[in-house]
């Protein structure tokens, strides 16, 4: 109970530990673990902005100043800013209602997890599932457009139907922030609003809209830098109108073979990214307002909408769900018929043909996130664990650079990677090893960050009781340390391969003809016009990523440590 | 319930085990505070735990007992010293190589695994074979009282419960030394009494050199062959209970040690007889000799609440005259404070009668106990 309890307690002693010299096996893996993150975060990153920066081994802004020159790479930076500004508006609002129908509305159980549920597909589905539903109602052919409306001729290509997608795409990542930030929001902070006698509009005005403000500013950073990364659906639907810096890169390198345009191009999106990113760990950092005081919540249902309201609320979540689930089904439907909105004959073909001719994308695919699964999982689990309890030195440089790749957008990730990984000395391109060690570098901070949460509730005497019982610090990690950290493994390892199976924007630059991608492999059917074999594989995708999910929730729940609450995710900004 | 499962387990091979001396030798410790810079958790500490004995570290928060037995048992590291179990220099030995045994403040039992594996646990790090841990571990849960308690998983374990499972883990890999962080301090006040003997006598009968920290006076004296009562980082004083009480070293140790008296006195002679004392103006004659003393020196008289006898002033025509300025009735025993001509004065008195009551306001006599003054030289 002396200095060591008291120590712990407000945390603001260092224990002597620190100052401990560092165990053998404990040092070698740091060291090891630095050398990786060199290898996969920073190199790449250097050699890009090294192709970007230095000409003839002299440092030059003469190519940057030329790009910048080119008026449709300017409009392309102006774009990509509208573009996320826009989708952070509209999503973050899109979310509000969401999380303050769920947090106040009062709905049955039932309701919340039909809402839980809508909200999570665009999360776990392939990057171009929005789209593809959107060209099949919206097109020139489409069921809505053309069918229902009678409309001839109709551009669906364009800023309008770029934004609705990225919004129901990205609006679940508002949805999330948000929802634990109005249910933290006490109610009876509200109810005390009230018996003040103010008007619940007047209150929600003053009470819970300016306590909610952190998190809806955090939620909108959160979005902008998801529209930002984004490029599937902008590659689909904003067409040559309305140009965008990851198209644009990506145009550059597949079209023109301008590897250093396209890394100067990365390196403008590079800036808006860092700025968000860092305003973003502002405001998490500072937290919300802490209205929790750890006594139990009102059971009574809080009054905080009227009747009439909360139907109104209900109706508009009601009204996007079930426009979600109509965009799903409409995919299934395509996935069904020879060809959606011209032939609507029942047929199998799309999925013969994804099994045949798309057999080797699954395999590969399947391959990489199976390998990729347990590496990332692991590491996730590894990193996390020496961020909270490693040697004092460089463990909050490991945090930082261990997120880069995540914060980045995957576009200035997959280009980094083509310019480090194709030449010697690490030539790697054409390997399944630059896809896998992309995704496991890129996909793990919801593990790592998991870890971390964990470890903080894991009291230091269990490792030390393992110590004084004889066990070294490597089996103390395996035998005490793991098993208990086993659900942010389990994280780790469902995120890796959620990405795996959805991931896009970074892969494009590494797949080849020996390991290519079903992701790859639907915007090759996009570009074929080949939809129904596209819809089929995000059909397919969209089933097995929610297979493996319900399986590793079966499996968390099983865990002797289990809670019985369902696994965070942490999909948010993915 | 011990002593039959002792009697019953004692023959087994694996207990008692080969008791080794500990030794501290000058340690100090530091912590790095954020803001108030390099703080001493321990300055220049040396102590001596002889083989099979319980030594209780003792002593208000943050004095440093916790930041010792830590060091102890190779979770810190020292900044300056050694340590030694038996004659092996262990300053730099890694906690898993050190032979100890450790029972935590929240017992720390793995929450994944079961009542036998947690107590498994060491075993298997030792790579024993299954038999051997199997029979090990139902010996050892016989004999904290547990038979049958394997398979349960810890957080269905009453918190007396998970201490034994505790102690259990932490006695069946032999360790040559047993530490113990303010093992009772998350347990009811009767069920902490009952634990300590029980600790007590286990530890008796294994015979392993144990140190045993607390903040509870009452709890170290009822369990400690010797106690080191320590303050801001150093040891105070080491001794038995009796000597602590008694003898106590300095006014910390005085006031730690249960309730004392300290009483500004001059010595007025030294003499065979013993020493004369000037106390609020009335003189005593100690019997016995107190070295370090002479004539004119200021010392503090320690004085126990409960050898002062309280009397009366109607009653009573020798000793120092007060007036009781509150009166708590605590059943077995009253405790009055007493003003003594502007010196306040706790005393106690034990069993007290209805007809011998002292209420506030009260005349009363103090009549000091020369036999049973201890002098503290002014500090």
């Given at each position: ?24 096996a ?6 090891a ?47 990509s ?38 909200t ?23 069921l ?9 001729g ?17 609006f679940p ?32 005005r ?33 067409g ?41 760990r ?8 802490v209205?929790?005081?750890?006594k ?74 199976l ?9 996730g ?7 909270a ?71 230091k005497s ?27 493994f ?45 819809a ?6 969209i ?7 319900a ?24 | ?9 004692l ?6 085990v ?9 340690v ?8 108030k ?20 570290l003792?002593?208000p ?27 092996r220099?262990?300053t ?20 994944h ?12 790090v ?31 374990l009453?918190?007396g419960?998970?201490?034994r499972?505790?102690?259990a ?15 009772l301090?998350?347990?009811?006040a ?6 300590r ?17 607390t ?16 303050n801001?980082?150093?040891?105070a ?27 500004p006195?001059?010595v ?8 004369e ?32 006898a ?6 009573a ?14 059943g077995?025993?009253?405790e ?27 005349a ?16």
């Amino acid at each position: 109970m002396c200095a060591h309890a008291a120590g712990s307690r407000v945390k603001t002693v260092a224990p002597a530990e620190a100052l401990k010299r560092v165990d053998p096996a404990l040092g070698l893996t740091v060291a090891a673990l630095w050398l990786m993150l060199g290898l996969f975060v920073v190199y790449p990153l250097l050699m890009m902005l090294s192709v970007a920066f230095v000409d003839d081994g002299r440092p030059t802004i003469a190519p940057l100043l030329a790009i910048v020159g080119k008026p449709s790479h300017r409009a392309a930076f102006l774009n990509s800013l509208l573009l996320g500004g826009l989708v952070g508006v509209f999503g973050t609002a899109l979310g509000f209602l969401f999380a303050f129908t769920v947090a106040r509305g009062n709905l049955p159980p039932r309701w919340v997890r039909l809402i839980d549920a809508a909200t999570l597909l665009p999360l776990i589905s392939p990057p171009f599932t929005t789209s593809i539903s959107f060209i099949f109602s919206f097109g020139p052919r489409g069921l809505i457009t053309h069918d229902l409306l009678g409309l001839k001729g109709t551009n669906v290509y364009g800023l309008t139907s770029t934004l609705a997608a990225e919004v129901l795409t990205y609006f679940p990542i508002a949805y999330l922030t948000l929802r634990p930030v109005l249910s933290g929001i006490s109610g009876n902070l509200e109810e005390m609003a009230f018996s003040l006698g103010s008007r619940r509009l007047h209150v929600f005005r003053t009470v819970t809209l300016p306590l909610a403000i952190p998190g809806l500013a955090n939620a909108f950073l959160l979005l902008f830098a998801a529209s930002l990364a984004d490029f599937a659906t902008p590659l689909i639907l904003a067409g040559n109108v309305f140009p965008v810096l990851p198209t644009e890169a990506y145009l550059q390198i597949t079209g023109l073979f301008d590897l250093k345009g396209g890394a100067i191009l990365s390196v403008l999106l590079l800036v808006p990214a860092a700025i968000v990113y860092v305003l973003q760990r502002g405001w998490v950092a500072r937290g919300h307002f802490v209205t929790v005081t750890g006594k139990a919540g009102p059971q009574s249902p809080i009054r905080s909408v009227t009747p009439m309201a909360r139907a109104g609320l209900s109706l508009g979540c009601a009204a996007v769900g079930l426009f979600i689930l109509y965009l799903y089904a409409l995919l299934g439907l395509a996935s069904l018929v020879s060809a959606f909105g011209a032939d609507h004959a029942w047929t199998l073909r799309h999925y013969q043909v994804i099994f045949t001719e798309g057999r080797k994308a699954i395999i590969d695919t399947l391959i990489i996130a199976l390998i990729g699964m347990p590496l990332g999982g692991f590491y996730g689990v590894l990193v996390g664990y020496l961020v909270a309890r490693g040697p004092a030195l460089g463990r909050q440089a490991m945090e930082v650079v261990c997120m880069i790749n995540y914060a980045l957008p995957g576009t200035i990730v997959g280009i980094a990677y083509l310019i480090a990984f194709n030449d010697p000395p690490i030539a790697l391109t054409g390997t399944a090893l630059i896809i896998i060690a992309c995704y496991v570098f890129r996909y793990s901070p919801a593990g790592i960050r998991t870890t971390i949460a964990l470890m903080q509730q894991i009291d230091k005497s269990l490792e030390e009781a393992s110590r004084s019982l004889g066990a070294r610090s490597a089996t103390t990690f395996r035998r005490v340390t793991l098993p208990l950290v086993m659900p942010a493994f389990l994280a780790g390892v469902g995120v890796v391969f959620i990405r795996s199976m959805t991931a896009i924007s970074a892969t494009i630059f590494l797949v080849s003809i020996g390991w290519t991608l079903i992701t790859v492999r639907i915007l090759e059917n996009m570009t074929e016009l080949s939809l129904g074999p596209a819809a089929a594989f995000s059909v397919f995708v969209i089933t097995v990523v929610m297979a493996v999910m319900a399986l590793l929730n079966a499996v968390l729940r099983r865990l002797p440590t289990a809670t019985g609450e369902q696994m965070q995710w942490g999909l948010g900004g993915g | 319930m011990l002593a039959g499962a002792l009697s019953r387990h004692l023959h087994r091979d694996q207990l008692p085990v080969n008791p080794l001396a500990i030794r501290l030798d000058h340690v100090s410790a530091q912590f790095q505070h954020r803001v108030k810079g390099a703080i001493a958790a321990l300055r220049d500490v040396s102590l001596e735990v002889q083989p099979g004995e319980l030594l209780t570290l003792l002593g208000p928060s943050g004095c440093g007992k916790t930041t010792t037995l830590r060091i102890i048992a190779g979770f810190q590291e020292p900044t300056a010293g050694r340590i030694l179990i038996g004659d092996r220099d262990v300053t730099r030995a890694e906690a898993n190589d050190r032979g100890i045994g450790f029972v935590f403040q929240n017992y720390a039992l793995f929450p994944h695994l079961t009542v036998f594996e947690n107590v498994a646990y060491g075993l298997r790090v030792q790579r024993h074979d299954a038999w051997h841990i199997a029979s090990a571990v139902s010996d050892v849960l016989s004999l904290v009282g547990l038979a049958g308690y394997d398979p349960q998983m810890p957080h269905q374990l009453s918190g007396g419960e998970q201490q034994r499972v505790a102690l259990a883990r932490a006695i069946v890999i032999r360790p040559s030394v047993l530490l113990f962080d303010e093992p009772l301090s998350n347990l009811d006040a009767k069920l902490r009494v009952q634990m300590r003997g029980e600790i007590r006598s286990l530890q008796k009968k294994l015979g392993i050199t144990t140190v045993y920290v607390t903040h509870d006076q009452e709890e170290a004296m009822a369990i400690s062959d010797r106690i080191a009562v320590m303050n801001r980082g150093e040891i105070a004083q080491v001794g038995d209970a009796e000597q602590l009480y008694r003898r106590p070293a300095s006014a910390f140790v005085a006031r730690f040690i249960g309730r004392a008296n300290l009483l500004p006195a001059m010595v007025m002679s030294v003499g065979a007889a013993g020493v004369e004392i000037d106390i609020l103006g009335q003189r005593h004659t100690l019997p016995g000799v107190q070295s370090g003393l002479r004539r004119g020196q200021t010392v503090s008289a320690v004085i126990r609440p409960e050898a002062l006898a309280i009397s009366d002033a109607a009653k009573a025509e020798a000793g120092l005259l007060g007036h009781v300025t509150s009166c708590a009735y605590l059943g077995d025993k009253c405790e009055y404070d007493v003003d003594l001509a502007g010196t306040a004065v706790q005393v106690t008195k034990a069993n007290p009668l209805p007809s011998d009551r002292l209420h506030p306001t009260t005349a009363v006599r103090l009549q000091l106990p020369v036999d049973d003054i201890h002098l503290l030289p002014e500090e």
